[in-house]
Nanobody, 123 residues
């Protein structure tokens, strides 16, 4: 069982910033793909950003390009999602997503999910 530990999230006004962090297992010399999806009530889960730990390839949803950045965190087992210029439509529960092996696109199948963290952006 893969345990994902999420932190960050919260409430902010439009135009503000938040950072989400996900801690996950790593396998030496093997790429894993870590990312974030989000979901609002009544809608499906939407991919936001993905990151391959080997090669550092990234994938973003069009709706967040230029505003969100996914990258290696300061701790070896963490990945950050820096969210700038937040909009009310970014309000959702954000889930860390993990798979062993690389992602080849934003929507590569996810194997494991975090518990979710709420992000609320007020206008």
């Amino acid at each position: 069982q893969v345990k994902l530990v999420e932190s960050g999230g919260g409430s902010v006004q439009a135009g503000g910033s938040l950072r989400l962090t996900c801690s996950s297992p790593r396998v030496p010399r093997t790429s894993v793909c870590i990312g974030w999806f989000r979901q609002v009530p009544g809608k499906g889960r939407e991919a936001v950003a993905r990151y391959n730990t080997v090669g550092s390839a990234t994938f973003y949803a069009d709706s967040v390009k230029g505003r969100f950045t996914i990258s290696q965190g300061s701790a070896e087992d963490t990945v950050n999602l820096q969210m700038n210029n937040l909009k009310p439509e970014d309000t959702a529960i954000y889930y860390c997503a993990f798979r062993f092996g690389e992602c080849t696109s934003l929507t590569t199948v996810t194997a494991y999910w975090g518990q979710g963290t709420q992000v609320t952006v007020s206008s």
